[in-house]
């Protein structure tokens, strides 16, 4: 059952999601759900108490009627996946290490140091999905959940400003696009309005915006795009209760991706970087550890090399490692210098 349906005070209800619990049945122990929330024993038995009992399915099996047991043959599964569409980075080498760009009904995690370009990638991707349906984009909108306050609308507006030259020049090109109706849709205004921004402040606040979003999903069916920057942040400070923190993460991981495959839109994650001690010193790794790399699709890792940005494919399921040159300018992310254009496959 959704907690927002249920009868309790606000501050209760703000408890339950903020320890991840956006649904709750009455089979969940009161013993777990007094941990997991910090309240008494005595409230969570008051909580499970307005739960009402699961109904037993049509069939007998004792099943839940909301799961669905239907299956799918490969080919249906082969044509789902031919049927993913992709955001391009406006970087040509980038896109072609990704496949085409970055993947709907995927999550791909962007890791880097600080100044690489993370959020510069994360911004230029809610104004390309924007591209219109008959110029090959996806004509959508996007939400930008911002944890560091490191969103710059001056920036969005260089990079919209960029971006809507290369629509109209590529317009020009295609005597079927109607060029007036066209102006109407693609300006800087109405581009920065299918920009839907969220400011995070603490975990409490990240896990209810993440917990909202199926039904401003529901309210906004143009999607397309989630861009989350940094998921790391409040989660790397303040945590004595380790378990909390790994089932929280895990919590809004099963969401992420079950969010991806409902709605057919792609989800960035940025994520920080720390230092991991290893037996010959120490590497640069991404943060959260081992466990959270299992959240994401894809693993895009930038990094510096020789005064030059590099991003390299670490983990995908369907396309090989590769490492791609970009540049972050004026207009936004770009082809690299002529020097490093060419892809490298490792």
Not at 168 to 181: H, T
Not at 240 to 256: I, Q, V
Not at 275 to 303: D, F
Request: glycine share 6%; with cysteine; hydrophobic share 40%.
């Amino acid at each position: 059952m959704e907690v927002v349906t249920l009868p309790l005070p606000p501050s209760l209800r703000s408890k339950l999601q903020a320890a991840g619990y956006s649904t709750i049945d009455s089979n969940v122990s009161p013993v777990e759900l007094a941990r997991d929330v910090c309240i008494t024993h005595e409230e969570a038995l008051g909580i499970i108490k307005l739960i009402p009992t699961s109904n037993v399915s049509p069939c007998g099996t004792g099943a839940s009627s909301a799961l669905d047991f239907c299956g799918q043959n490969a080919w249906d599964l082969f044509r789902h996946e031919k049927a993913k569409r992709r955001i391009i980075t406006s970087c040509h080498d980038l896109d072609n290490i990704l496949g085409g760009g970055i993947c709907t009904k995927e999550v791909t995690e962007i890791c880097g140091v600080p100044g690489v370009g993370k959020t510069q990638l994360g911004i230029q991707l809610a104004v390309n999905v924007q591209i219109p349906a008959e110029l090959g984009g996806m004509g959508g909108h996007a939400i930008y959940i911002d944890t560091e306050g490191s969103f710059m609308v001056e920036r969005a507006v260089q990079m919209i400003e960029s971006s809507v030259v290369e629509i109209m020049r590529r317009a020009m090109l295609d005597p079927q696009v109607d060029m007036e109706a066209l102006k109407s849709e693609v300006n800087v205004d109405k581009f920065l309005s299918q920009i839907y921004y969220f400011r995070i402040h603490d975990v409490s606040e990240q896990v209810a915006v993440i917990n909202t979003l199926e039904k401003f999903m529901i309210e906004h069916g143009q999607v397309r795009l989630i861009v989350i920057d940094s998921v790391t942040f409040h989660f790397r400070q303040g945590f004595e209760d380790m378990a909390l923190r790994t089932r929280l993460l895990s919590s809004l991981s099963l969401k992420l991706m079950a969010l991806v495959q409902k709605h057919d839109l792609a989800i960035v994650l940025v994520n920080q970087v720390t230092n991991k001690i290893t037996q010959e010193g120490s590497e640069v790794v991404p943060a959260l550890g081992e466990s959270w790399s299992h959240a994401c699709t894809n693993r895009l890792i930038l990094y510096w090399r020789d005064g030059q940005r590099f991003a390299s494919l670490f983990k995908s399921p369907s396309l090989p490692t590769a490492t791609a040159a970009y540049e972050v300018s004026a207009k936004g992310i770009t082809d690299a210098f002529q020097t490093y254009k060419k892809a490298k496959y490792i």
